[in-house]
Each structure stands twice: as C-alpha cells, then as structure tokens.
C-alpha cells in the first residue's frame, strides 16, 4: 500500500512538474503512460507502449504523417542517399541460390574477380543455397560497415570446384536514373526511379551526354516514381525555366510560404520537353509535372498522377526512430494543392467513405479509380469548376484538386493482359526461364551479338525458349491457356528479350527494349515529332 502511495505521489509531482511546460493534454498522455508503466497489474514493455501511441496518434492525421523504428530509418534513406555499404552485386533468386545477374562495374565483387553467372552458395562457411533462406537474412549477410571482409563460396559453371572469394565491402552506389538513350536520331529518354541525392547529378551528366549525341528533344519518363527529395526535383525542374520562375511553393499552419524559384542556368530550356506520368508517379515527380505544366514548358502524357503533396519534416528520437511529421502541402506555381483527399468525408465512393481505417481507405483510392474507369477512359475523369486554374503563359485550364492531370491521357492498355501471362509473372516463370537461358548460352549470345545495336536488331525469341517457359510454367501448377497464351504471347517475348538484354548489358537496354510497348512512350514520341505538341501548348 505504501508503494502505490509513493508511485501515486512520483505521478502528481510529474504531472505538476510538466504542468509549467506543457498544456493539459499532454500532461494527460504523461501521466496515463507514467500509472500504466509503474501500476498496471502485469510486466509491460514501456518502449513498445510509446510506440504504438506514437503510431496510434500519426494514423489521425494524414496518410504522410509516419513513425519508423530504427532498422525501417535505416532500409529507407538507403535508396535516397545514393549508396549503401556492401559487396557490389546484383542478383536475384533462382531456386534457394542467388544468381548473380551483373557485378556493379569496378566494385568490390568485380575487383576480386566475381563474373555474371556465378552462384554464391555460402558467406562466411554459412550455407545459403537451398536451405530456405530469407533474401533479407542473406542481404544481411552480404552488407556489412565499409572496409570489412566477407568470405564467398563461388559456383561457375564450367569449373568443377566451388570457388572462394575474399570481399573487401565498400560503398555501392544506387542510381536513380534507369536508363537514358536516344530513342530516335534527335529525341532522348531518360527514366528516373527516385529523387535521391544523387538524381540531379545523374540527371545533369545524361542530359549532356545525350546532347553531344545530337539530342534536341526530351522525353522524362516519371511513370512509377514514387518521389524523394525535394531538393532533387527542384534541381530537375531548373534546367528547364527561366530565371525567377517559380518551380513549387510550401505552406502550412505553422510554416510560411517558402517559394522556390528557378535559377536561369539550366541547360535544356529551348527544346521540345515531354515528361510521362502514371497513377503511381507521386510527390516530387508531381512536382516537376505541375511546374513543367504549369509554365507551359512541355506536355504532360499519361495518367493522372498520384497526388502526394504533402510535405513531411524528419524529427529524429534518441533511440535512432524516426517520425515524419506533415508540416505544410505543396504547391504548384498556379497555385494548384498538388495533395489529393485524405478525409473520409472527401473520398469519392461510398465504399471508400465506410472504411473503417484511414490509411486503408486512402490508398484504396487508386483501386476506386480503375473501377470508375478512370485508367481506361479520359471522360470518366470529373473536376468541379472550382478546382479550375490556368496555366502562367499560354492560359490553358488545368485541375487542381489532387495529382497532376496529363494534357494527353494515354489508358493502361489491358489488351495484351491475360491470367496465364499474370500467373507467368507472379511466380517467376519469365525471370527464371530467362536466368536460364542467360545461364547456358551467355558466351555464345555475347560472341553473336557483340553489340546491343546488332542484339536489339536481330535477335527474336524462339520456340525452344517458349517451350522451356511452358514447361516450367507447368511445374509451377500454371495451367496452359493457348487462347490466353497467343494474346500474351507479343508482350512474353519483347520481356523475355529485354530481361535478356539486361542480363548481357545494364537497365538501360532492358529499357530499350521494353519501351517498344509502353503506350505512354510511344504516344509521346509521335507528339514531340509532330505539330501537336506546339497545338498541346497554345
């Protein structure tokens, strides 16, 4: 009795004390996990109490608004600063082993002599081939602090022994450009995945690359770009305006406008400008489509893009989590709130409207727009007038009111789509007919085709590879469609060929390849060689 009496009387001196510092509710929320910590009737884990209040107060204010533990922090600034420490490979799993499908040029792996093709069958005496291992445990396994060594046991084809490798680990970088070519004579293409720290750069060294190759025009493929640093869409968006145009503006309760302006030195402000978008492009590459749009600097082709604009501010906790907190919306320089609704009573169905969790509801939403058949016909599109501005030189009415709307709707094209080429996909069929293939003809492919121009040219899937894809297909329980299987079968082999291109080169020519379907590709491609795009812009 006389400890809950002391524990009682620590709780009135706590809440008093926070009662100079604090508001009411605060104080409430201090003293509510003080008597759950000290006199609840059993043991409880205080960190993982103020976690799931932390998660709990986020998820009643935006879908942005987020807490990462330690590990998450770490996994996602990753891909966004530009590098991480390991080995230098990239591989894929083909039955419980990792394949290495290309050592990073001039990395760790390279250095010692590690070829595309090889098997790691063990790190460290640690056998990870065939003993179901997580590919997380394995990369685990594989990263490790610069400077450190990690022991690799090899299997190469041809050779009859294992192999083993001692790896120095070094800093491998990731990039955010995955390819950048021209795409005809006169017309470049360059595809970014992220804006990471890294993007402007990247973006800077293909742009002039392209140029000296006679580059006049540019088509920025943002389809599936998620976002990143605001830092790097700026930078991106700079090469194209003049000086002291506006690029995007912030604004929050408790944050002032900040306005962000174009510097005048960028590179590419007189050609033809193209950048596509799709209902997954979201964020900082919201950002580039409104401010290009906006300044009626290039067309916008696609789909109506994500509508993330809501700005978060990193706050860093003692233990290494982290909260991202949403401080003020984006803005583009009409004035257009790039942010899409996130509150029950602005979602566009019923449906969505009864969900009973926020962030289910929120991200539910692109799934409503497929039904609408918003991805498939631009008339089911609807804006209120109110949500009507125009653009800053030619005048042109655009929509706010959440995402960016292209100038040109280009719809998913569902007609080379069945269930037997989604069940090929979903269980590995074509990746691993292509590891396949690579596996035991790449000598041979790279002698035939020295150069990708030549392999892009005349190479063609053949029937013998069809038929090992069927085969294993089988394997895997995929029942065998020929109605299905000739409907798909143009978009199986331009993906078999590019995979195969990517195995043989980089990212870049699996790109090459692929983009000879993408709809969005091909119809900016007849706009920005065409009168079109100069009627696109009046």
Do not use: C
């Not at 419980?96 to 760790?108: A, K, M």
């Not at 930078?235 to 002291?244: A, M, R, S, T, W």
């Not at 892009?456 to 038929?467: G, N, T």
């Amino acid at each position: 009795m006389k400890k809950i009496f002391y524990l009682l009387f620590a709780l009135a001196a706590t809440t008093l004390q926070a009662q100079t510092v604090n508001g009411p509710a605060a104080r409430k929320l201090q003293m509510a996990e003080f008597a759950i910590t000290n006199l609840y009737v059993d043991e409880v884990d205080e960190n993982k109490l103020v976690e799931a209040a932390i998660i709990e107060m986020l998820e009643k204010l935006d879908p942005h608004s987020t807490y990462s533990d330690a590990e998450e922090v770490k996994k996602m600034n990753e891909p966004l600063q530009g590098n991480f420490e390991g080995i230098g490979v990239q591989f894929q799993m083909v039955e419980d082993t990792l394949f290495i499908v290309q050592p990073v040029s001039n990395g760790p792996s390279e250095k010692v002599g590690i070829l595309a093709g090889d098997r790691i069958i063990a790190v460290n005496d640690t056998t990870i081939a065939g003993v179901k291992m997580s590919q997380e445990e394995i990369m685990s396994r594989l990263r490790g602090p610069k400077g450190t060594k990690v022991e690799l046991t090899i299997v190469r084809r041809g050779v009859s022994e294992p192999l083993r490798f001692t790896v120095k680990r070094d800093n491998i970088p990731i990039f955010s450009l995955d390819a950048s070519y021209l795409i005809e004579p006169r017309i470049g293409y360059i595809r970014i995945n992220r804006f990471g720290a890294t993007t402007a750069e990247e973006f800077s060294t293909a742009m002039k690359a392209l140029q000296k190759k006679g580059m006049k025009d540019l088509i920025i493929d943002l389809q599936g770009n998620g976002g990143g640093y605001l830092n790097a869409a700026i930078d991106i968006v700079n090469e194209f305006l003049q000086q002291k145009e506006l690029i995007v503006y912030t604004e929050g309760r408790a944050s002032k406008r900040s306005d962000f302006l174009a510097k005048g030195d960028g590179k590419f402000k007189d050609g033809r400008l193209i950048v596509l978008v799709d209902e997954y492009s979201a964020s900082a590459s919201e950002i580039v489509a409104g401010a290009i749009q906006d300044w009626d600097r290039g067309a916008i082709v696609g789909r109506r893009s994500f509508g993330k604009g809501l700005v978060q501010r990193p706050i860093d906790l003692p233990d290494g989590s982290m909260i991202r907190l949403t401080i003020a919306r984006y803005y583009t320089p009409s004035g257009r709130s790039i942010q899409k609704p996130y509150e029950s009573s602005a979602l566009a169905t019923d449906s969505l409207r009864n969900e009973e969790n926020n962030s289910l509801r929120y991200r539910r939403e692109l799934l409503e727009r497929y039904n609408r058949g918003e991805l498939i016909h631009a008339d089911s599109i609807h804006f209120a007038d109110s949500l009507i501005t125009y653009t800053l030189k030619s005048g042109r009415v655009v929509y706010g009111g959440g995402g960016i709307m292209p100038d040109v709707f280009v719809p998913i094209d569902t007609t080379l789509y069945t269930n037997y080429h989604r069940n090929l996909v979903a269980k590995g069929v074509i990746l691993k007919v292509t590891t396949q293939y690579i596996d035991h003809n790449r000598n041979q492919l790279l002698a035939t085709y020295r150069k990708f121009e030549t392999f892009d040219e005349k190479f063609e899937v053949d029937e013998s590879l069809l038929a090992r894809m069927r085969e294993l297909a089988g394997e895997e329980g995929i029942e065998f469609n020929e109605e299905q299987y000739q409907t798909s079968l143009p978009l199986i082999k331009t993906q078999l060929k590019a995979l195969i291109a990517r195995d043989l080169w980089d990212i870049t020519e699996y790109f090459q390849v692929i983009n000879t379907t993408n709809q969005s590709v091909l119809r900016a491609l007849e706009i920005i060689r065409s009168p079109e795009y100069e009627e696109l812009l009046k």
